[in-house]
């Protein structure tokens, strides 16, 4: 009797728990962070220990528990099933779902039929029923571990498969301890109400605690694709095998301490468990081991390469496919993020785009005819910064920059070669689990390093393309440009032709000022229009004409005494001269000035200062403006036809300025901080001219 009152308040208790959160997971229902079979399942559990702890006093109804069970099982399916389908990165085969709930609707027909014939066997010593319970708690343990392994989860899946899976995980040992003593425990078939009650009792905390947080998802890589051959049911073997083991032992020689080490066992192995499945570090070490037994090769070839180009084919916003590239790699060799370093134009490599790794607050650019670059496009070489002097991936690491001791976690640096070129090179950071490289990583390493940099080249060449497109459709409104100044050419030639034959006639000098007017008026909007908008493109080469560059800033700064600020102006002692067209360098004078006055207030300053030295001559125009971000002087600043004017330019100007300084040999340099000013810093060399 005493027994049978232990039997109906755990259930019942339990029962209650199960209660509670049926109405948490309706409430979470409604705000959308779960879904309605997961309240299904949780009414039937309630309902099972409900009718568990009813059937301790009527004991008529106790032939009826193996059909509840199933049923309760099959709703468990369902809503774990469920949550995998709608969570899934990579759906599971249909036939999965298909097995999973034919089986157990075999085992409920199966278990109706004996219903029917029989009602005589007590349940504890019933062995389909025992056979019942092993089923479906492996089942359950192989749908827990699917959803857990392939899906990005949110904290209240892993929560649900933390309660789902302990709920699983002691009916495995009950039901596994009753077939090899060919009865079930009836200390343990009443301690299972309240095992069931406080697994409820965590997901209900769990669900209270994050329903108005935020969305928190964690990805879980998996070095090989496993569907049915899962490691649950590996688990779940050596488990059953241990418990027939060591309950036989016990049950021999324990004596009065076989309950306390039968206890002892199970909460070591469910501690285990819970370990296995939430340490990371412990299933990448796992899966180590089961790449170096179990197959021939570390990767499964196939399986990444596909990931590797599926991915890279997505589309990507424009400038994102450089980290774009960096995820994709990252992903293959389980590394967290890493950098991406290429051709800055400048003959060097600077950081493009970085993930998941901290650069430090230095330049870390790299000049192309570095040895570190050499060894990279001649050899190929992988450099791994963090290797041990005995292995010979460091045989080279003599010839690591010296900015790569100040980036933490840095793993391995991999050139990035496209049909024998190095357009770039990039740094992963270190994995959870750093292991040994070997020849397959730094083969597929060099592989996959090809074919990213072709990835990237194809985007670098589909801008490059674009800007093409976008000179060719400003070289067609020169064209119109053109046809206007031909007319008005036309009209002015016409005045100039008549003028011999009617300068007595009034009418005719009134005709001819009104077309005069006419024709200035046109040209002056012309030349509005186009003051800041030369013809786009590579500068011409300088003409020998030597200018003085003294006269030619103050005649810049003349053009703009229009707007405010008034710029001011330092000259140099000397006047220096160079070689170049006066109108081309007139005009990118005048286009920094009359930036600089578009962005600063007019009672701001802009300084426009010339100083000479014996090699060059340093030409810079300071205000204290809106300025600009860093982010914008490397990713817009110099794109031509990337105007923020909002139609009143066509963003070619300071392209055309930069271009321009190149040519003469020189620097042109940005500096810049929001709300406090920019500062172009022009250094044009005096020994080529």
């Given at each position: 009797?005493?027994?049978?009152?232990?039997?109906?308040?755990?259930?019942?208790?339990?029962?209650?728990?199960?209660?509670?959160?049926?109405?948490?997971?309706?409430?979470?229902?409604?705000?959308?962070?779960?879904?309605?079979?997961?309240?299904?399942?949780?009414?039937?559990?309630?309902?099972?220990?409900?009718?568990?702890?009813?059937?301790?006093?009527?004991?008529?109804?106790?032939?009826?528990?193996?059909?509840?069970?199933?049923?309760?099982?099959?709703?468990?399916?369902?809503?774990?099933?469920?949550?995998?389908?709608?969570?899934?990165?990579?759906?599971?085969?249909?036939?999965?779902?298909?097995?999973?709930?034919?089986?157990?609707?075999?085992?409920?027909?199966?278990?109706?039929?004996?219903?029917?014939?029989?009602?005589?066997?007590?349940?504890?010593?019933?062995?389909?029923?025992?056979?019942?319970?092993?089923?479906?708690?492996?089942?359950?343990?192989?749908?827990?571990?699917?959803?857990?392994?392939?899906?990005?989860?949110e904290r209240h899946v892993k929560l649900l498969c933390i309660s789902a899976g302990s709920i699983f995980l002691y009916d495995l040992y009950?039901?596994?301890?009753?077939?090899?003593?060919?009865?079930?425990?009836?200390?343990?078939?009443?301690?299972?109400?309240?095992?069931?009650?406080?697994?409820?009792?965590?997901?209900?905390?769990?669900?209270?605690?994050?329903?108005?947080?935020?969305?928190?998802?964690?990805?879980?890589?998996?070095?090989?694709?496993?569907?049915?051959?899962?490691?649950?049911?590996?688990?779940?073997?050596?488990?059953?095998?241990?418990?027939?083991?060591?309950?036989?032992?016990?049950?021999?020689?324990?004596?009065?301490?076989?309950?306390?080490?039968?206890?002892?066992?199970?909460?070591?192995?469910?501690?285990?468990?819970?370990?296995?499945?939430?340490?990371?570090?412990?299933?990448?070490?796992?899966?180590?081991?089961?790449?170096?037994?179990?197959?021939?090769?570390?990767?499964?070839?196939?399986?990444?390469?596909?990931?590797?180009?599926?991915?890279?084919?997505?589309?990507?916003?424009?400038?994102?496919?450089?980290?774009?590239?960096?995820?994709?790699?990252?992903?293959?060799?389980?590394?967290?993020?890493?950098?991406?370093?290429?051709?800055?134009?400048?003959?060097?490599?600077?950081?493009?785009?970085?993930?998941?790794?901290?650069?430090?607050?230095?330049?870390?650019?790299?000049?192309?005819?570095?040895?570190?670059?050499?060894?990279?496009?001649?050899?190929?070489?992988?450099?791994?910064?963090?290797?041990?002097?005995?292995?010979?991936?460091?045989?080279?690491?003599?010839?690591?920059?010296?900015?790569?001791?100040?980036?933490?976690?840095?793993?391995?640096?991999?050139?990035?070669?496209?049909?024998?070129?190095?357009?770039?090179?990039?740094?992963?950071?270190?994995?959870?689990?750093?292991?040994?490289?070997?020849?397959?990583?730094?083969?597929?390493?060099?592989?996959?390093?090809?074919?990213?940099?072709?990835?990237?080249?194809?985007?670098?060449?589909?801008?490059?393309?674009?800007?093409?497109?976008?000179?060719?459709?400003?070289?067609?409104?020169?064209?119109?440009?053109?046809?206007?100044?031909?007319?008005?050419?036309?009209?002015?030639?016409?005045?100039?032709?008549?003028?011999?034959?009617?300068?007595?006639?009034?009418?005719?000098?009134?005709?001819?000022?009104?077309?005069?007017?006419?024709?200035?008026?046109?040209?002056?909007?012309?030349?509005?229009?186009?003051?800041?908008?030369?013809?786009?493109?590579?500068?011409?080469?300088?003409?020998?004409?030597?200018?003085?560059?003294?006269?030619?800033?103050?005649?810049?700064?003349?053009?703009?005494?229009?707007?405010?600020?008034?710029?001011?102006?330092?000259?140099?002692?000397?006047?220096?001269?160079?070689?170049?067209?006066?109108?081309?360098?007139?005009?990118?004078?005048?286009?920094?000035?009359?930036?600089?006055?578009?962005?600063?207030?007019?009672?701001?300053?802009?300084?426009?200062?010339?100083?000479?030295?014996?090699?060059?001559?340093?030409?810079?125009?300071?205000?204290?403006?809106?300025?600009?971000?860093?982010?914008?002087?490397?990713?817009?600043?110099?794109?031509?036809?990337?105007?923020?004017?909002?139609?009143?330019?066509?963003?070619?100007?300071?392209?055309?300025?930069?271009?321009?300084?190149?040519?003469?040999?020189?620097?042109?340099?940005?500096?810049?901080?929001?709300?406090?000013?920019?500062?172009?810093?022009?250094?044009?060399?005096?020994?080529?001219?």
């Open positions: 009797m005493f027994s049978q009152d232990i039997s109906s308040l755990s259930y019942s208790g339990g029962g209650i728990i199960f209660g509670v959160l049926f109405f948490v997971t309706v409430y979470t229902y409604r705000k959308q962070q779960t879904h309605i079979l997961l309240s299904t399942a949780v009414l039937f559990s309630a309902a099972f220990n409900f009718f568990v702890g009813f059937s301790d006093n009527y004991p008529q109804y106790v032939h009826y528990i193996p059909i509840l069970e199933i049923l309760k099982s099959g709703a468990w399916f369902a809503a774990i099933l469920s949550s995998l389908s709608l969570g899934s990165a990579s759906p599971m085969p249909k036939r999965f779902y298909w097995l999973i709930h034919g089986l157990w609707l075999a085992l409920l027909a199966i278990n109706l039929l004996s219903l029917s014939y029989s009602q005589t066997i007590e349940l504890a010593i019933n062995p389909l029923y025992t056979w019942n319970g092993l089923f479906l708690s492996i089942l359950g343990l192989v749908s827990v571990e699917q959803l857990y392994r392939n899906t990005d989860q009950l039901f596994a301890h009753g077939l090899v003593f060919k009865q079930i425990d009836y200390d343990l078939w009443y301690a299972r109400g309240a095992i069931g009650g406080t697994s409820a009792l965590l997901l209900t905390v769990g669900l209270l605690t994050f329903v108005n947080s935020p969305e928190q998802r964690t990805s879980i890589s998996i070095s090989r694709p496993i569907a049915f051959y899962s490691t649950s049911l590996t688990t779940a073997g050596f488990f059953l095998s241990l418990m027939a083991a060591g309950g036989y032992y016990i049950k021999l020689y324990g004596g009065t301490w076989g309950v306390i080490l039968q206890v002892v066992l199970i909460f070591s192995a469910c501690v285990g468990i819970v370990v296995i499945f939430v340490s990371r570090t412990i299933r990448t070490r796992l899966s180590v081991i089961i790449d170096k037994n179990f197959f021939n090769h570390k990767y499964d070839y196939r399986t990444e390469w596909l990931r590797l180009i599926h991915y890279l084919s997505l589309p990507s916003d424009e400038g994102d496919f450089h980290k774009r590239a960096i995820k994709a790699v990252a992903s293959t060799f389980r590394s967290p993020g890493g950098c991406v370093w290429m051709d800055n134009g400048s003959g060097g490599y600077w950081p493009a785009a970085t993930h998941n790794l901290a650069l430090p607050n230095i330049d870390i650019s790299e000049p192309k005819n570095s040895d570190f670059c050499s060894a990279l496009k001649n050899q190929e070489w992988v450099f791994s910064p963090s290797a041990d002097s005995t292995n010979q991936t460091s045989n080279m690491n003599e010839l690591l920059p010296g900015w790569v001791n100040n980036i933490q976690n840095l793993w391995i640096l991999l050139p990035l070669l496209n049909d024998n070129e190095l357009i770039g090179f990039m740094g992963l950071a270190k994995p959870p689990l750093e292991t040994q490289l070997t020849w397959e990583d730094l083969d597929l390493l060099k592989t996959v390093g090809r074919q990213v940099s072709s990835y990237i080249a194809r985007h670098t060449s589909a801008e490059q393309l674009a800007e093409s497109k976008q000179f060719d459709a400003y070289n067609k409104l020169t064209a119109f440009v053109m046809h206007d100044l031909k007319n008005l050419i036309a009209q002015q030639a016409l005045v100039v032709e008549n003028a011999a034959k009617h300068k007595e006639n009034p009418a005719f000098i009134e005709d001819a000022i009104s077309t005069i007017d006419n024709s200035v008026k046109r040209m002056s909007n012309l030349l509005q229009k186009l003051q800041q908008k030369d013809q786009p493109g590579t500068p011409s080469t300088p003409s020998f004409g030597s200018i003085e560059i003294n006269k030619v800033l103050v005649d810049a700064c003349n053009k703009c005494h229009e707007n405010y600020p008034i710029p001011s102006l330092r000259l140099a002692d000397t006047s220096p001269k160079l070689p170049v067209d006066r109108d081309r360098f007139e005009m990118v004078m005048v286009h920094l000035i009359k930036n600089a006055q578009e962005a600063t207030s007019k009672d701001g300053f802009i300084d426009v200062t010339l100083s000479v030295n014996s090699n060059s001559i340093k030409i810079e125009v300071e205000d204290n403006g809106e300025g600009m971000s860093q982010q914008f002087i490397k990713e817009r600043l110099f794109k031509p036809f990337d105007s923020t004017k909002s139609g009143k330019g066509m963003g070619i100007g300071v392209y055309q300025a930069r271009e321009l300084i190149k040519v003469l040999g020189g620097d042109f340099s940005v500096e810049s901080t929001p709300g406090e000013g920019t500062l172009f810093i022009l250094t044009i060399p005096l020994t080529q001219h």
